[in-house]
């Protein structure tokens, strides 16, 4: 049994940059033993598990079959699954008439298809203990679409549907089912806007200014620590743009 101190192990995907960092030291200072799970980002997660004891790594390209089954297996041998944060995403942003089918192909095959398999896996370690969390890294794009990411707008819209249908389906085992849906966050992605477009942005954004991976990050601590009565939700971070 858990203790206050020791609640489990809590894999957050995507762990070792940007919004997944952030995830990985909140729910280690909430008690989680953390696993960052990563796919090349090999420097920045030694780094990061150097910083929360007790953390462990977790390697494995969530886009394919077998990369999903190594984490499977990892997470088995740990010992089971309390919290699942199903962070790792990417997007290759163009103009419809401009994006490649190639594209396409990338960002589904890790967005929708490695969230959905990965959830579907882990899922049963869950419902062996009738007892978890699933948190769902969704994006405001999602909801609003935005300029340019036709592709990444469409494969968070089908993660906020998936957060929908999996609470029903799992919530016969205690598993609660959630999505948080970020603005525009400071992170590596939106390094690379132009300041002027960044500009623009921003003036879609009521409180004037981006958020950080750790305002997202607290949504999702409470999602993993509390919010007992919380199913099937998409909860916005996002600085007022959206109201959901």
Not at 132 to 151: E, P
């Amino acid at each position: 049994m858990t203790t206050e101190k020791d609640k489990g192990i809590a894999l957050v995907t995507g762990g070792a940059t940007g919004i997944g960092s952030a995830c990985c030291r909140e729910l280690a200072a909430s008690g989680f033993r953390v696993g960052i799970h990563y796919r090349s980002s090999d420097l920045s997660a030694r780094k990061l598990q150097e910083e929360l004891p007790g953390s462990f790594l977790v390697k494995g390209d969530l886009s394919t079959e077998e990369g999903v089954e190594e984490v499977f297996q990892v997470i088995k041998k740990e010992g089971g699954l309390e919290v699942l944060v199903n962070n790792a995403g990417m997007t290759l942003d163009a103009p419809l008439v401009r994006a490649k089918l190639e594209h396409f192909d990338q960002i589904v095959s890790l967005n929708m298809r490695g969230t959905w398999y990965l959830t579907k896996r882990l899922s049963r370690l869950m419902i062996r203990q009738s007892r978890g969390r699933i948190i769902n890294i969704s994006s405001v794009v999602g909801s609003t679409g935005n300029i340019g990411q036709t592709i990444y707008g469409m494969t968070k819209a089908a993660i906020e549907n998936l957060t929908k249908t999996c609470a029903q389906e799992l919530a016969h085992y205690k598993i609660l089912v959630n999505a948080v849906a970020p603005g525009f966050i400071e992170t590596q992605m939106t390094e690379a806007i132009p300041q002027e477009q960044k500009q623009e942005l921003l003036k879609r954004v009521p409180l004037g200014e981006m958020g950080r991976p750790e305002d997202v990050a607290t949504m999702v601590r409470f999602l993993a620590t509390e919010g007992n009565y919380c199913t099937g939700n998409v909860f916005h971070v996002n600085g007022g743009m959206y109201g959901g």
